[in-house]
């Protein structure tokens, strides 16, 4: 058996510590994260859970490459993965960390084109509670502030002036 190098973890759904002094220690939860997809093409929201392990609708029945000229054509779809961090505060809930990722998917030629580096690490920024959604563009931060407003206005309400200014139009 082919010895396994570099650093292990898991990803769990609970706290990782919940009752226990060590196990599970170094384990990533993902509760707190939620996986928005924007349609740039229908100009809508909408959360898929299955996102959180690259199993989305949009994401199905596709081969992912590198090369995006591959994908494009006729058929072509664009969207953005924005990853939605939420947290409690003294205040309630509140929308904690934002991020966005591009990808397009062409269901007719079974391609699908996206940066993996590029989803686990602002899956990570946004764990960390950044905000770096500029990217996305005036009219896609639109649909998801709206989006946001409309999932929970008090989670909106309490969250920082940072993450409300970045879906603000330019």
Not at 100 to 117: E, T
Not at 146 to 162: A, Q, Y
Request: glycine share 6%; aromatic share 8%; proline share 2%.
């Amino acid at each position: 058996m082919a010895e396994k190098k570099g650093i292990q973890f898991n990803i769990i759904k609970n706290d990782p510590l919940d009752g226990h002094k060590g196990t599970n220690a170094g384990s990533i939860s993902l509760d707190n994260v939620a996986p928005v997809f924007i349609d740039v093409q229908d100009k809508k929201a909408f959360i898929d859970i299955g996102a959180m392990h690259a199993r989305a609708e949009v994401e199905k029945r596709v081969k992912w490459i590198k090369d995006i000229e591959e994908v494009k054509g006729e058929d072509a779809k664009e969207y953005w993965l924005c990853w939605v961090t939420t947290e409690r505060g003294e205040h309630g809930p509140y929308y904690a960390g934002l991020t966005g990722c591009y990808l397009m998917v062409n269901k007719a030629k079974k391609r699908a084109y996206k940066s993996m580096p590029e989803h686990v690490n602002m899956m990570d920024k946004s764990m960390k509670h950044h905000v770096k959604i500029d990217q996305i563009g005036d009219e896609n931060r639109v649909i998801l502030k709206d989006f946001l407003k409309e999932h929970n206005i008090e989670m909106w309400n309490n969250s920082s002036d940072e993450l409300k200014k970045s879906l603000d139009e330019a």
